[in-house]
């Protein structure tokens, strides 16, 4: 059995690190509110941007916008995996690697060049050792403004897949739910297509019967022209897109390491008080060993 001041030391360093746990939920708390908040503040404009861009679409069949081109042989892709630039967040970076080393084995000889950009060291520092994979950190990603790094992305990939360079763009993050749930979803970001599907899919745009009949009906007046606007609409949308997973991983990451350090400091408080029970056990011990001593000692005199 260990002694008492080993005992005692083990005790001071639990308690040490459960004030650290309890301090770091509350800083996780206070992120995660925030976080939240701009979570939901960007989901209406996402859905009107999308209603608007499909009316156009609808409108704009004849002359297809580069955005648009689906490629029937794809030779190249690009992945976006946005993970946390730390840990202590439970198996929030651990789901993100894992999917972006399934998706990596499962598509690598689809494509000729695949190439993948990571938003947050964690995921990097992981799969930096995959072979025949170009990769490429963000700097600065999560410690930068969400609508600087989306929009510098954004641009990179939307001339990229312009000019023929890439055929797919996808991105891969952490969907918000609650504080305890978070799921790990793949969208195709381009060609734009796709991003009109996965928000369809992902039940985002729940129009009624009665609003799509609306939308129908209603008649618009865009000025200047529709192709025009499509220009500056569609690398929005995609920066949009960018910038709404970014900002759903970042509540992803708040929330898990929320839960993360609640259940670190219910099990500190576990602990202290088995260790106590230890120690009290031990101490009890060593003064029964000296008593039996002394009254040893006193008989055989």
């Known amino acids: 059995m260990a002694n008492l001041k ?49 009316h156009l679409v609808s409108k704009e069949r004849d002359s297809l916008h580069p955005l648009l081109r689906n490629s029937e042989h794809k030779r190249s892709a690009a992945l976006v995996v946005i993970s946390g630039d730390k840990g202590l967040c439970g198996a929030y970076n651990h789901n993100i ?23 947050g060291r964690k995921a990097y520092e992981a799969m930096r050792h995959v072979q025949n994979v170009d990769m490429e950190l963000i700097p600065g990603g999560l410690e930068r403004k969400e609508s600087e790094v989306s929009l510098e992305l954004s641009k990179r990939l939307c001339e990229e ?12 993050y952490t969907k918000f739910r609650s504080a305890i749930s978070q799921n790990v979803i793949l969208d195709a970001l381009l060609p734009l297509q796709s991003i009109l599907k996965n928000v369809d899919e992902n039940g985002e745009k729940a129009l009624s019967e009665a ?33 709404r997973s970014l900002l759903e991983s970042i ?18 408080v ?15 011990a060593a ?11 006193a008989e055989s005199l």
Do not use: C, W
């Open 6 to 54: 080993q005992i005692r030391k083990h005790i001071g360093s639990v308690q040490n690190t459960g004030k650290i746990t309890k301090a770091m939920k509350m800083v996780a708390v206070s992120k995660l509110r925030k976080s939240q908040a701009a979570v939901v503040s960007t989901r209406p404009y996402v859905n009107e941007l999308i209603n608007v861009i499909e």
């Open 97 to 119: 690697v894992k999917s972006a080393k399934r998706f990596v084995s499962e598509r690598r000889d689809r494509y000729e060049t695949l190439k993948l950009y990571f938003i």
């Open 161 to 172: 897949f312009a000019e023929g360079r890439l055929d797919e763009v996808f991105v891969l």
């Open 211 to 243: 609003e799509a009949a609306r939308l129908e009906q209603t008649s618009y007046v865009y000025e200047p022209s529709e192709h025009q606007i499509l220009d500056i609409l569609l690398p929005r949308a995609v920066a949009t897109h960018v910038q």
């Open 251 to 268: 509540a992803s990451e708040n929330g898990a390491r929320m839960t993360a350090m609640d259940s670190a400091s219910k099990n500190a």
């Open 270 to 284: 576990e602990m202290i008080g088995r260790l106590t029970l230890q120690y009290n056990r031990a101490r009890q």
């Open 287 to 297: 003064i029964t060993t000296e008593l039996i001593e002394v009254i040893s000692g």
